[in-house]
């Protein structure tokens, strides 16, 4: 799958973008961001679709989620959060 360049995917005052896509091995679900993020404002896309709280994705700290699905090798993981 060619890789997909997201320059500004979301933009504002506070919000923070991360390809974490180099953290993806084809069997980890858990993933972490540089800084901590507010529960309710984190973004989560996978191959450029929206994971959904709660149903493909959850919180699982301050600064890592995980996945119900580990994203398979190839897969592109961008996040856009609220610092905490």
């Known amino acids: 799958m060619p890789r997909i360049n997201y320059p500004n995917v979301w933009t504002g005052p506070n919000l923070k973008q991360e390809d974490l896509t180099t953290q993806i091995n084809g069997s980890n679900n858990s993933f972490?961001?540089?800084?901590?993020?507010?529960?309710?404002?984190?973004?989560?896309?996978?191959?450029?679709?929206?994971?959904?709280?709660?149903?493909?994705?959850?919180?699982?700290?301050?600064?890592?989620?995980?996945?119900?699905?580990?994203?398979q090798n190839g897969s592109v993981l961008y996040v856009v959060y609220q610092p905490s």
Request: aromatic content about 10%.
């Open 32 to 71: 972490t961001t540089s800084s901590g993020f507010l529960p309710e404002q984190v973004f989560i896309y996978v191959n450029g679709v929206l994971q959904r709280l709660g149903v493909e994705a959850s919180v699982s700290g301050s600064n890592s989620f995980t996945l119900g699905d580990a994203p």
